[in-house]
């Protein structure tokens, strides 16, 4: 789909690769290429990276429409961290602190037009990983950083704890 076909052959785990863009949806194609020829490289098979390419280009585009104002000037930065378990992407903006939906949105009521057609990113982004965090960037009021893990075949996603208050 995303694929920029050979660029990367094999991925050690421990390396990172960072890349910084401005906010402009012209970069987002080349990063989700990229999202999806590393996840080929970290040996995901081609629908897995696939999977990896949506999601990453998913949080991208949040990134600068919702995280940066859709302002050209501001910064998102992309890490890719590959694993022996799997590749790790966190999406970095300089917006307001944001708390992602818990439930996805009541498509009938956008069928309706109760509600606009929208919102569709983060249970995207939670099918296509195993594990969505959203957490400050530096602190409370300095961006986000949207962090999509994908794991290979044969490692169960991380229960995430839930502490009882």
């Keep these: 789909m995303y694929r920029a076909r050979g660029a ?8 990172r ?13 080349g990063v989700t290429a990229l999202a999806e020829e590393l996840g080929l490289a970290a040996g995901m098979p081609p629908a897995r990276a696939e999977g990896v ?10 990134a600068i429409e919702h995280g ?17 378990e799997g590749l790790t992407v966190t999406v970095e903006d300089d917006g307001p602190r944001f708390n992602p939906p818990q439930a996805p ?5 956008q069928i309706d037009g109760k509600t606009p057609a929208r919102g569709w990113g983060f249970p995207l982004m939670r099918h296509l990983s ?3 965090e959203v957490r400050p960037r530096g602190g409370p009021a300095s961006g986000n950083a ?8 044969g ?3 991380a229960v995430e704890a839930v502490t009882a208050g």
């Design 17 to 29: 690769l960072v890349v910084e863009m401005t906010s402009h949806a012209g970069w987002v194609g």
């Design 130 to 132: 195993d594990r969505v």
């Design 105 to 109: 949105p009541v498509l009938e009521e």
């Design 155 to 157: 490692h169960p996603p």
């Design 68 to 84: 940066n104002g859709g302002g050209t000037t501001q910064p998102v930065l992309v890490r890719f961290e590959p694993s022996t």
């Design 8 to 15: 990367v052959n094999t991925l050690a785990p421990g390396g």
């Design 53 to 62: 390419a949506a999601a990453t280009r998913e949080a991208c585009l949040n």
């Design 146 to 153: 949207v962090r999509l893990t994908f794991l290979h075949e």
